[in-house]
């Protein structure tokens, strides 16, 4: 799956460890997220487009 994930958190001046602790995960989860190594748990997903102010369609696409 697709997402904007890096797009948007690099748009917000957010660094990888600043997401991370919002989201309450690794550094590691977040880098793995980006570069499509990693599927996030669908509360996940809700947890990033919340913490994003989006929807989980504006951040993850086929």
Do not use: H
């Amino acid at each position: 799956m697709r997402n904007a994930v890096k797009d948007i958190r690099t748009a917000r001046g957010w660094s990888q460890s600043e997401l991370a602790e919002r989201l309450q995960v690794s550094r590691q989860t977040v880098n793995s997220i980006e570069n499509g190594r990693y599927d996030p748990s669908l509360p996940l997903a809700f947890a990033i487009a919340r913490t994003f102010g989006l929807t989980i369609e504006q951040i993850f696409f086929p």
